[in-house]
Structure formats: C-alpha cells, structure tokens
C-alpha cells in the first residue's frame, strides 16, 4: 500500500475510533496520524496473539480493520494517561 493508501485509510480508521471510543475534537493530520498509528498498535497487537488480520480479511479492509482497533486501543490509552478535566 502506497502513502496515499496509508493516508486515506489512517483518516477513515482515525475517525471511525473517534466516533466510537469518544476523544477530542482533532484536525484532519491528528485523525490520520491517530489511524496511522493505530495501524501500527495494530499490527504489534495481532502479531502478538498469533492473528493475521490480512489473511482473514486481505486488502484495504483488513488493513482497515487493523487501524481501527489499534487506534481505539490509542485513545483509550491516552484517556487513562491524560489528566482529567474539571467542570
């Protein structure tokens, strides 16, 4: 998968861990960053427990699929690191 590929699929998983862990407000770059490295979170996690998650689902998806866990594992991560905020 080219640099566009990891782009546009880092900013669809970035957002869709977004809507369904909750987080800030980010910008484009943030969302695909947050994607982008939760590919790599990803990636690291099913290589661990002995998941391909290419060779279930091959192509965009699977890599999809990857970004998307990885990065709800991102925010969740940053939630419990993050102070909390005061109303």
């Not at 080219?2 to 998983?13: E, N, R, S, T």
């Not at 590919?39 to 965009?60: K, P, Q, R, T, W």
């Amino acid at each position: 998968m080219g640099l566009l590929g990891w782009v546009v699929i880092g900013f669809l998983a970035g957002a869709a861990a977004r809507a369904v862990a909750g987080g800030a407000s980010y910008g484009c770059l943030t969302t695909i960053l947050l994607g982008v490295l939760g590919a790599v979170v990803g990636g690291i996690v099913f290589n661990a427990v002995g998941a391909d998650s290419e060779a279930i689902l091959s192509g965009a998806l699977g890599s999809f699929i990857t970004a998307f866990f990885g990065a709800v594992l991102v925010l969740l991560a940053l939630r419990l690191v993050s102070p909390r905020r005061r109303r």
